[in-house]
Each structure stands twice: as structure tokens, then as C-alpha cells.
């Protein structure tokens, strides 16, 4: 049979749950996953875990951190004074600000903490520094043909 390798298109169903059984993430058959292998398109945990799948394999595999959504970085939460915030900025404790860098890349930060004087940003992704567990079962493999 046909083992999933680079450059195939594959059509998953999965399910991520967290390690207290919370579910963050999921398909199924009438909304299935469709990526090709070894193009960054899912997390690379996803892709190590389908590398070598073949038709109709189901298989629950634990994903570390750095193969998820990333480590923790404590470099990426930031104390900020209130005042060097624009003055009609509607701050809420959870509540998400998009800012935009320098580069023109929009990161996603998070209100942590909320005081009178200052805000806690955190810049981490919220799925990072877990360990997420998927099951994931492998639909097709579209093989690219070669002319």
C-alpha cells in the first residue's frame, strides 16, 4: 500500500484535545483537513505524525510544545503603561489587541493583567507550552504525478 510521504496531498480527520480532555481543535468527514505533506501548511507535529500513514490508519500521537504551537516565552509578555496606549483603546481582562510591527506583521496579544496604571500583553500564542494530543486518521493521499 501507499504510505504518506512528501509532496502528497492527504485528507485527514482529527481531534486535538488538551491533557485536562478539553478540545481545541477537530474535523470530520464532512469538513475533513487537506494538506500537503512537507509544506508547512499544519503544525509539524501533524506532519510527523502522517508521514507514513497509509489509507484508513487511525493513530492518537501526544505533540510536545515545540512541535505544537511552540514554547513558552516569557520574552513575549510585556508590562506597558496605560498612557502610551491610544486613549479610546477599549481594554478587557482576556481581551485580544492586534498590533502591527515594524515588518508589517500582525501579531495576536492578549490583556493578562489590567490595573489602573498598566496592562499585561501577552504575545504567546494560548496553545503555547502544551502538549496537545490528536488522533487523527488518515482519508486519502493525492500523490502528485510526474510528466
Known amino acids: 500500500m501507499n504510505k504518506a510521504q512528501e509532496g502528497d496531498k492527504v485528507t485527514v480527520t482529527h481531534q486535538g484535545v488538551l491533557d485536562d480532555g478539553m478540545i481545541f481543535d477537530e474535523s470530520d468527514d464532512s469538513a475533513p483537513l487537506i494538506f500537503i505533506l512537507g509544506e508547512n501548511e499544519v503544525l509539524p507535529g501533524m506532519e510527523i505524525a502522517v508521514l507514513g500513514m497509509e489509507v484508513g490508519d487511525r493513530k492518537t500521537v501526544t505533540i510536545p510544545p515545540e512541535h505544537g504551537y511552540g514554547v513558552r516565552q516569557q520574552k513575549l509578555v510585556e508590562e506597558v503603561s496605560i498612557e502610551a496606549l491610544?486613549?479610546?483603546?477599549?481594554?478587557?481582562?482576556?481581551?485580544?489587541?492586534?498590533?502591527?510591527?515594524?515588518?508589517?506583521?500582525?501579531?495576536?496579544?492578549?490583556?493578562?493583567?489590567?490595573?489602573?496604571q498598566k496592562v499585561t500583553l501577552d504575545g504567546n500564542h494560548p496553545l503555547a507550552?502544551?502538549?496537545?494530543?490528536l488522533q487523527i486518521e488518515l482519508m486519502s493521499i493525492d500523490r502528485p504525478t510526474i510528466n
Not at 492586534?98 to 490595573?115: F, M, N, P, R
Not at 507550552?129 to 494530543?133: A, H
Request: net charge negative; charged share 20%; aromatic share 0%.
Open 86 to 116: 491610544p486613549q479610546d483603546l477599549q481594554l478587557d481582562l482576556g481581551g485580544q489587541l492586534e498590533v502591527i510591527a515594524a515588518d508589517g506583521a500582525a501579531h495576536q496579544l492578549v490583556v493578562v493583567e489590567l490595573g489602573e
Open 129 to 133: 507550552g502544551k502538549s496537545l494530543i
